[in-house]
């Protein structure tokens, strides 16, 4: 859908690719929870050991057990303690976590289409989109290192720039950013709010971004964040946030 939009207003654009998914067996975990939710009047899950009942019933009690369980999972230790509630969830409720994989994206034979645009540069995004914060050392760099030479074998070029899965501080700091630049990435972008700065040549794996989502439906809300004002007032008027 997005790239004859973006061919027509000829807007380069870059695509991080998670190797997992392009393979159709990629957890979207946060989908996995949403279609458990909206597909019962009530759910149970254990978090932490505890285990906990949430109404479903009403929109209104679906959309509160999704933020409460979102929140409760973000703050998981590990990655598996994260996941490990919604793949239980998802069993219980008879959802095919890999069939969303390959429902909503693109495979290999897609991507390589879209790659051949002139107006698209692939960018590695690890193998399973996990938040390499909650993973060890070895394990995170693996995931930077191993999910780019996938989408190198299957595209025939090495991604020189890389997306941080979730990309907010709690899931990518700065032993995240020097990982990157050690696997060999010229860029390297978080979710943290901002404009780029001179000052950003010297932190070129810890690279800010503005969000235009689906919480953003006008022009003059974009207008405002691409003024940089609202990232200035959320950073306090620090230019780099890389810590």
């Known amino acids: ?82 996941r490990a509630p919604v793949r239980a969830l998802a069993k219980a409720s008879g959802i095919d976590m890999h069939a969303i994989c390959r429902e909503l994206c693109m495979g290999w034979d897609e991507i390589a289409a879209v790659a051949r645009h002139p107006l698209v540069t692939i960018g590695g995004h690890t193998i399973t989109h996990p938040m390499l914060a909650k993973l060890g050392e070895a394990e995170a760099r693996r995931e930077m290192v191993e999910g780019a ?13 890389f997306s941080f899965p979730v990309g907010a501080p709690d899931a990518a700091g700065p032993r995240e950013f020097a990982l990157a630049a050690g696997a060999g990435f010229k860029t390297a972008v978080t979710t943290r709010p901002g404009v780029l700065y001179a000052e950003h040549a010297r932190h070129l794996t810890a690279l800010p971004r503005i969000s235009v989502n689906g919480e953003f439906q006008r022009l003059r809300y974009l207008d405002v964040l691409l003024s940089g004002a609202p990232t200035a007032l959320m950073n306090r008027f620090r230019r780099v946030d890389a810590a």
Not at 23 to 48: H, P, Q, S, T, Y
Not at 149 to 161: K, T, Y
């Open 1 to 82: 859908y997005a790239l004859p939009i973006l061919a027509r207003h000829n807007m380069p654009f870059t695509l991080f690719l998670p190797s997992d998914f392009a393979e159709g067996r990629g957890e979207l975990w946060w989908v996995a929870l949403e279609r458990a939710i909206a597909e019962n009047d009530r759910v149970e899950v254990v978090i932490g050991d505890i285990p906990q009942t949430f109404d479903c019933a009403t929109s209104e009690a679906k959309q509160v057990a999704f933020d409460t369980i979102y929140a409760q999972i973000r703050s998981a230790p590990t990655e598996e303690e994260l």
């Open 149 to 161: 030479r996938s989408v190198a074998a299957h595209l025939g070029r090495m991604p020189a720039h």
